[in-house]
């Protein structure tokens, strides 16, 4: 499968955005483009360009104690959470450090925390951040999470975004669907890629992508 390589727009930065044209089925939609972020988030190169992009998007006056990372961005929030624990940066914690979370998943992909990482949500500000946001579900179901164990939640952010809102917060993304103007995301039941005949070249998560045999 041929992966275009498309760079962010903004001659000062050398993070790539990789993407594969074609007929996908996420858990939650089908969608025209595989944006493929496996090397962002695991090659600390990319990752800690990444974090840089996102961190510099949030005023002075944000607080941050937790970072709650989703689809594996493990990686790119410890490196946010440097960034934004830096000398003189204002939007530090009164402990002068962050926490970084993965919340665990349940059978049914309920959110959860154990006993031994909840403290790290209660009563913390807590940021959000994705490998996508397309749907919004997953993240909406991280700030129902984060309110459930009766934490704050401060921003959304997310290395590709197809959504500008989700959960009542705005979404920060680093690429937004202006990069992929024709880029769609649709229920399993209303895809025209389905109803024109054209089946799926992949099933895909956070995971990566897993191609039919022809």
């Not at 031994?116 to 940021?127: D, G, Q």
Request: aromatic content about 8%.
């Amino acid at each position: 499968m041929a992966v275009q390589i498309l760079r962010y727009p903004n001659p000062e930065s050398t993070l790539p955005l990789r993407v594969a044209r074609g007929h996908f089925a996420t858990n939650h939609s089908h969608i025209n483009y595989y944006i493929d972020l496996t090397m962002t988030k695991h090659r600390l190169s990319e990752a800690r360009g990444a974090a840089i992009e996102l961190a510099s998007r949030f005023e002075a006056s944000t607080i941050v104690d937790t970072i709650l990372c989703l689809d594996g961005t493990q990686v790119i929030g410890a490196c946010m959470a440097e960034e934004l624990t830096k000398a003189g940066f204002t939007s530090i914690n009164a402990h002068h450090t962050m926490y970084v979370v993965t919340p665990e998943h349940t059978v049914g992909s309920q959110l959860i925390f154990r006993e031994n990482t909840a403290p790290m949500i209660s009563e913390k500000h807590v940021l959000v951040l994705a490998a996508s946001v397309t749907t919004g579900y997953t993240a909406q179901e991280a700030v129902n999470v984060i309110r459930y164990y009766r934490g704050i939640t401060v921003g959304i952010c997310s290395i590709f975004a197809q959504v500008r809102q989700c959960a009542g917060f705005p979404v920060t993304s680093i690429f937004s669907p202006d990069v992929i103007p024709d880029y769609e995301s649709t229920p399993a039941h209303e895809c025209p890629l389905c109803k024109a005949g054209i089946k799926l070249d992949a099933m895909v998560n956070t995971f990566g992508i897993s191609s039919f045999n022809a």
